[in-house]
Antibody, heavy 122, light 109 residues
Framework: QLQLQESGPRLVKPSETLSLTCTVS??????????WGWIRQPPGKGLEWIGS???????YYNPSLKSRVAMSVDTSKNQFSLRLTSVTAADTAIYYC??????????????WGQGTLVTVSS | EIVMTQSPATLSVSPGERATLSCRAS??????LAWYQQKPGQAPRLLIY???ARATGIPARFSGSGSGTEFTLTISSLQSEDFALYYC???????????FGQGTKLEIK
């Protein structure tokens, strides 16, 4: 059974960089040919897609965050990562990683990691 | 950007009754629509994809319908565990710009 687990600092200072890693178990990022994504949810609010990455390293980002986002993949560790620069309090959210579909197929998200709350505060 | 609008924001229904949740897309997304359920403190869980296909392990009381810009999630006979938040998501755009609705809270009447 495929499982995803987010990890990284829970507290980040304003203007600094948020870094999270998603570790995948029960399946291989490199051989599964799926996209892998990050989605966030501010406390008490809705869901926002941040970006998606393919095992080759090809990335797509939400245009509203594109100037501050970078995603990477490490197939040897079966992990993919998120970096969000110049964070503000508005970036405080639960950050989820999730798998979506193969290229040219349906891009719904399933499964999801349990999520990790990242707070931006000095 | 395709805007997804869900209605109502809150729906109060009694256990055993039917619940109907709506999702409207600002542009034609054909059948590229998913529904998710989220319970407090949990990650969203996929219920429906392709507008009407149930995900693995999802009970038959959950059904999705619609195409284009109007979609519906129906829960035929509400169980206590169904009271939760529900989100729709479109995934037609390429390159990707996936968007979610703002959610409908299904509460016990």
């Amino acid at each position: 059974q495929l499982q995803l687990q987010e990890s990284g600092p829970r507290l980040v200072k304003p203007s600094e960089t948020l870094s999270l890693t998603c570790t995948v178990s029960g399946g291989s990022i490199g051989s599964s040919r799926y996209y892998w994504g990050w989605i966030r949810q501010p406390p008490g609010k809705g869901l926002e897609w941040i970006g998606s990455i393919y095992y080759t390293g090809s990335t797509y980002y939400n245009p509203s965050l594109k100037s501050r986002v970078a995603m990477s993949v490490d197939t040897s560790k079966n992990q993919f990562s998120l970096r969000l620069t110049s964070v503000t309090a508005a970036d405080t959210a639960i950050y989820y990683c999730a798998r979506s579909g193969p290229p040219m197929e349906e891009q719904y998200f399933d499964p999801w990691g349990q999520g990790t709350l990242v707070t931006v505060s000095s | 950007e395709i805007v997804m609008t869900q209605s109502p924001a809150t729906l109060s229904v009694s256990p055993g009754e039917r619940a109907t949740l709506s999702c409207r897309a600002s542009q034609n997304v054909r059948n590229n629509l998913a529904w998710y359920q989220q319970k407090p403190g949990q990650a969203p869980r996929l219920l429906i994809y392709g507008a009407s296909a149930r995900a693995t392990g999802i009970p038959a009381r959950f059904s999705g319908s619609g195409s284009g810009t109007e979609f519906t999630l129906t829960i035929s006979s509400l169980q206590s565990e169904d009271f939760a938040l529900y989100y729709c998501q479109q995934y037609i755009t390429w390159p990707p710009m996936y968007t979610f609705g703002q959610g409908t809270k299904l509460e016990i009447k």
